[in-house]
């Protein structure tokens, strides 16, 4: 996390899955950004491994039309490419073929006997099935060890799992040859700037730090919405729901960043503790804290962008009956001297009327409102919006005499964006993840505790879901802000739901 970053060693970066779909409009953008921005270490080499016939130079060709289309700044800098496509290059084989790891050894000891044969980044962009497999082999061919003067890590990306069961025995299978520190778990939600900036918000600024907690804060809301529906991927979808696709790890990541206790010093495993204390010390939810507590819901045909939609039901390769549920809110308390009966509100749902990420912080109302007379409308009490996305920025929110005369009472907003402040630099989450995972930085990776604390959390509720189907009240029109039962949930307690601000 310190700014003064040493260079990152020389290394091999071995990516599995270098044909698929993450590799082209992910991973080569983002390592070909790196080393537009002279981030890369200085001497490094990519080794792609597929089972389709490819050659170094039909690979590279292809990743050259990806990046037209997937760059993030255009046109491409072809000296640029051709400085960075030098370092590619692709080895043909089956990932439960031994001999495939063996060319692959072969290619990597070509490189000579330093670092670039011993340190080792090995992204597996493949099926979470097939990676207990890799780990095995790499291990077998004598590419990933325990101990030495040389590192290895291994890289893998969400879903880790699709329940606690699930993900101990991904853990098992990831650390049977090697240790945890040697893990990498992506979730590109934190490589975000503005992720990133709630800890230098929080912990670099005694103003905002002395309010947060119960005394002053009243509730939170979180809300990461999106417009579109499920389009092609209902495959995917039926078998995931929104609750394991954004709460199990995006929101319960925010909401640990957001509520955490300050950690002791900025090393990666003082922080990563903080989170794991956070997620812990949410209150269990029993079925009957569920059916009070969490809300669920499911798109139905509706109006997007002004154009018709279709229902989730009726979206490719979504049972007609289906009960996957699109749309998920839910009411947790955090069981700690700072938050103690503070409500946080999460949401998440597709066919939402905007695509936004933000996190609200909603502060208790003045104890006596003197100007009562003067509002026409019920005052808002100050509040702070951190902007995730689109806009990335912050905006506190208070209230302000309108000028003139009389003393009309409105509320105003201070706005404080990103691009405004400091240009439009802003590297992809993939930049700035696989540069910390060759640096060698756990911060911004998820730890083995925090994913099965988090996936605790969201096994009681879908138990409390069980055999349970979507009733009336949890069907929402695409478009809308979600089933009524959601208004319902923060009602109790005298709360509304705010829309994400359009900061501009
Ligand atoms: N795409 C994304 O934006 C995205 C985002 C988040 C997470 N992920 C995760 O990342 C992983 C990869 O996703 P993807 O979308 O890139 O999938 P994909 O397009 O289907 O690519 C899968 C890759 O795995 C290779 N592969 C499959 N079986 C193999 C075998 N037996 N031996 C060697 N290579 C094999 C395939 O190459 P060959 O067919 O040539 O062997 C292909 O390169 C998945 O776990 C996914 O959940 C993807």
Redesign the pocket.
Known sequence: MGSERKAPEPCSIVI????????A??LIPAFYHLCKEKQMPSAFRIIG????EKTDESWRNELRAALDQFSRTKPVDEKVWQEFSANLFYCQ?????AA?YKKLEERLTSFGSGPLRENLLFY?????S?FGEVVEQIHRAGLLNKEGSAWQRIVV???FGHDLASAHALNRELTRFAHEQQVCRID?YLGKETVQNILMFRFSNSVFERLWNRNLIDHVQITVSEKLGVGQRGGYYEEAGALRDMVQNHMLQVLALIAMEPPVSLESEAIRDEKVKLLKSIRPLGPDDVARQIVRGQYFAGTVNGLPAPGYRQEPKVKSDSNVETYVALKLFIDNWRWSGVPFYLRTGKCLPQSASEVRIQFRPTPHVLFAAQCDLKLDSNSITLRLQPNEGISLHFNGKVPGMSLGVRPVRMNFSYDAEFGAYTPEAYERLLLEAIAGDATLFIRRDEVETAWKIVDSIRAGWDGKPLTNREFYAAGTWGPVAAEDLLAQSGHVWHEPQQLT
Do not use: M, N, V, W
Not at 16 to 23: E, K, N, P, V, Y
Not at 49 to 52: E, I, L, T, V
């Open positions: 599995f899955g270098a044909s698929g779909d993450l590799t409009r992910k491994f597929a089972r389709r084989g089956d990932i439960t073929d495939a597996l962009a493949t099926l979470p097939q990306e969400k879903p590109h």
